[in-house]
């Protein structure tokens, strides 16, 4: 089993930054992928970005040239770096790690409010 644990959320004027991190414990695979997805009200979930053990990402268009996501594998640790805010971007912020023929993981989410 694979423990997912987010951190770094909270409220944010337009235009400022916030950084996410989530951090894995458990059963750690050296293959896999992670990412973050959000949901915003009344929306259904999406994926925001991701990246694979081997540090190739991928970024929805609607973050392009404002999130990073990064991983330190040493730690465990997936980042998301979030700047430019913007009140669309307000919701719940969370981690997934697919790990290939095992299974899914999912974190409890963490809150990004940004204010206008």
């Known amino acids: 089993q694979v423990q997912l644990v987010e951190s770094g959320g909270g409220l944010v004027q337009a235009g400022g930054s916030l950084r996410l991190l989530c951090a894995a414990s458990?059963?750690?695979?050296?293959?896999?992928?992670m990412g973050w997805y959000r949901q915003r009200p009344e929306k259904q979930r999406e994926l925001v970005a991701s990246?694979?053990?081997?540090?190739?990402?991928n970024y929805a268009d609607f973050v392009k040239g404002r999130f990073t996501i990064s991983r330190d594998g040493a730690k465990n640790t997936v980042y998301l770096q979030m700047t430019s805010l913007k009140p669309e971007d307000t919701a719940v912020y969370y981690c997934?790690?697919?790990?290939?023929?095992?299974?899914?993981?999912w974190g409890q989410g963490a809150q990004v409010t940004v204010s206008s």
């Open positions: 997934n790690q697919i790990v290939p023929g095992i299974g899914t993981y």
């Open positions: 458990g059963s750690i695979y050296s293959i896999n992928f």
């Open positions: 990246i694979s053990s081997g540090g190739r990402t």
